[in-house]
């Protein structure tokens, strides 16, 4: 590896990422039934039919899991908080839930580990998926409830907080291409979403507010978008996926707008009154998370809006098939802080890749993954050179984990998980980010 601490600025903080279904295990501790369970329960949604009932098993390990945090000399923590845990019928607070976060909390902190969290990545309480999810208006209302009980207990400790990690995946995947859990392919169900996920992140975020919290942000994952040749309609769709991707959600919450282009697909579908919800969903955040991880090639594919495709690239790609392709990740930075947010910091949020890691002679090497975060490291070191407030780097992901409709097949971690025992295994990139991370 080419870069150590010593390169980024004081103050830079170094991070590694998880989120609760992925690693907690929701079998325990009164967690209740997501809209996960569901998905992956209905045959052929996720690989092997495969649920996160157990995952990591982090919910009864989580004090091991810390040290391995604290052993790699992170600065931040980036975990979430299960809505699911923390009131299992959607509405109803469950007391171990919140003590478990409290435990949690108090375990970063013994250890100087910041702690930095997400309220909502993607296990959403069946009983609200029962009254249409992120459909229904109403979610935001329920969301700044629940980000109320969770943050009334342990937002005192928190570094930063951001309400939704990843608003495309809840709303785009999730509802237009049903890949994700709910499962929807629907048109309609997506312009809600859309929608309504800003809208329960500008109340959260006001909620928080009055709670007296600051350090508050978004997380957005971005995803680069070039055509795939040079031809106009090309480009167009290109700017489509880009419009839809990236554009829609950093312009909601910083431009108080939606791009025409979207605009020009999802209009018809829209809630009534979407125009008017701009002062919450604007609601001002202190930092910027940006989640980046590949790019796209996108092509005219015909057939109905938003009528593209997606084409093969010719770059080296992980084992989940995606391009390599850090130079998106210094456009995004430099892009986002020109066009959107200005001096607001920024910081990244989750970046890494899969790899079919195995253990040999009781070590894991894992040089793809070293090579991506060098060259991830690289554009920041551009970013940061041309004046991008960009004030952390955080990587996903802490350990294997279960990558959703891919099962616990893709592992994304630094740390291996045999699933079989549980037993955790650094690999080769955390012992070299540990020195490097070192003071
Ligand atoms: C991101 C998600 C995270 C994980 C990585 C690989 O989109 O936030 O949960 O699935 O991708």
């Known amino acids: 590896m080419t870069y150590t601490r010593a390169d980024f600025p004081e103050g830079f903080d170094f991070g590694v990422a998880t989120s609760s279904y992925q690693i907690e295990g929701h079998g325990f501790g009164g967690a209740g039934p997501t809209h996960w369970d569901d998905f992956a329960a209905t045959p052929s949604n996720v690989k092997n039919a495969e649920n996160g009932r157990l995952a990591c098993d982090h919910y009864h390990r989580f004090e091991a899991d810390m040290d391995l945090v604290a052993g790699a000399n992170f600065d931040c923590y980036r975990f ?75 937002g005192d400790r928190m570094h930063s907080v951001a309400p939704i990690n990843e608003p495309w995946c809840v709303a785009w995947l999730s509802h237009f291409e049903g890949y994700h859990a709910p499962g929807l392919r629907d048109i309609r169900a997506t312009a809600r979403a859309m929608h309504h996920v800003l809208l329960a992140h500008g109340k959260a975020i006001q909620t928080m507010r009055g709670l007296g919290l600051s350090n508050l942000g978004a997380v957005f994952n971005l995803e680069w978008a070039d055509p795939a040749d040079d031809s106009l309609e090309a480009a167009e769709k290109a700017a489509l996926y880009d419009g839809i991707y990236n554009r829609w959600f950093l312009g909601g919450v910083f431009k108080g707008e939606y791009p025409q282009n979207v605009l020009g697909g999802l209009e018809p579908y829209m809630p009534d009154g979407w125009q008017d919800d701009f002062g919450t969903i604007g609601t001002p955040v202190d930092w910027c998370g940006l989640n980046y991880y590949t790019r796209k090639l996108i092509a005219p594919s015909g057939g109905a809006w938003p009528g593209f495709k997606e084409v093969e690239g010719p770059l080296e790609k992980t084992l989940m098939g995606w391009e390599i392709y850090p130079e998106g990740l210094y456009n995004f930075l430099t892009r986002t802080a020109r066009e959107y947010t200005g001096t607001l910091p920024l910081i990244v949020t989750e970046n890494g890749l899969a790899s079919p890691d195995v253990i040999e002679n009781g070590a894991i090497e894992d040089p793809q993954r070293l090579a991506y975060i060098d060259a991830h490291m690289h554009s920041l070191q551009r970013a940061l050179a041309e004046g991008v407030p960009l004030r952390g780097y955080y990587l996903w992901s802490l350990m294997d984990n279960y990558e959703w409709a891919c099962g616990y097949e893709q592992r994304f971690g630094l740390v291996h998980v045999d699933f079989e025992t549980l037993e955790r295994t650094p690999k080769a990139s955390y012992h070299a980010l540990a020195k490097r991370l070192g003071r």
């Open 80 to 154: 979430s908080t299960s809505w699911a845990r923390v009131m299992p019928d959607g509405f109803t607070v469950n007391p171990e839930g919140l003590d478990f976060y409290d435990r949690l909390t108090d375990a970063m902190l013994a250890r100087g580990i910041k702690p930095c969290a997400t309220l909502y990545h993607w296990e959403l309480p069946s009983p609200i998926a029962d009254r249409g999810g992120w459909r229904n208006r109403d979610i935001a209302d329920w969301f700044a409830d629940y980000t109320h009980a969770i943050m009334s207990r342990i």
